[in-house]
Antibody
């Protein structure tokens, strides 16, 4: 069974940093592109980042480019999202998802709240 | 970026009723369209990909159709467990973009 378990969310002040993690199991992690998708409270879905199987290629929307970094450790079957210079508009539940496009499996999400 | 316009924003259906949700892309997306279901407090689940292909385990009362810029999700016979938010998403090119969602409630 495919499982994706996010962690690392919490309350953080504007301008500070936070790193999210996603532990994957139930499939060969190194064979799949992985992504982060977020959802602001009571809002829709927004794609945040994608990483290739080896980690050599990464993709971001303009809204987070230069502030967020996606990475992976295939030996640990883990995905990460380093978020710097956080803004109030980054407040959302962050989901780890498997795939390039579309996203076949999603984790349960971790809530990030950016507030002073 | 490709814009996805989803309608209606909300609807209410009776048990057994057939329901349709529409999605309009700002340009042609060659059937690269996915539908997700998100139940309250849960993460999204992929229902349909490539416009009409059912993800494993999805009940056959769900179906997808469309072409070009217009796509639709149909639920043939509303069930209580179908009460959820539904999102479309174009998988034609990056960045992936989603519709604003449709809240489906049981009347």
């Amino acid at each position: 069974e495919v499982q994706l378990v996010e962690s690392g969310g919490g309350l953080v002040q504007p301008g500070r940093s936070l790193k999210l993690s996603c532990a994957a199991s139930g499939f060969t992690f190194s064979n799949y592109y992985m992504a982060w998708v977020r959802q602001a409270p009571k809002k829709g879905l927004e794609w945040v980042a994608t990483i290739s199987t080896s980690g050599s290629r990464t993709y971001y929307p303009d809204s987070v480019k230069g502030r967020f970094t996606i990475s992976r450790d295939n030996a640990k079957s883990s995905l990460y999202l380093q978020m710097n210079s956080l803004k109030s508009e980054d407040t959302a539940t962050y989901y780890c998802a498997r795939g390039y496009n579309p996203f076949a499996y999603w984790g349960q999400g971790t809530l990030v709240t950016v507030s002073s | 970026d490709i814009q996805m316009t989803q309608s209606p924003a909300s609807l209410s259906a009776s048990l057994g009723e057939t329901v349709s949700i529409e999605c309009l892309a700002s340009e042609g997306i060659s059937n690269d369209l996915a539908w997700y279901q998100q139940k309250s407090g849960k993460s999204p689940q992929l229902l349909i990909y490539a416009a009409s292909r059912l993800q494993d385990g999805v009940p056959s009362r769900f179906s997808g159709s469309g072409s070009g810029t217009r796509y639709s999700l149909k639920i043939s016979g509303m069930q209580p467990e179908d009460e959820a938010d539904y999102f479309c998403q174009q998988s034609y090119k990056y960045p992936p973009t989603f519709g604003a969602g449709t809240k489906l409630e049981l009347k």
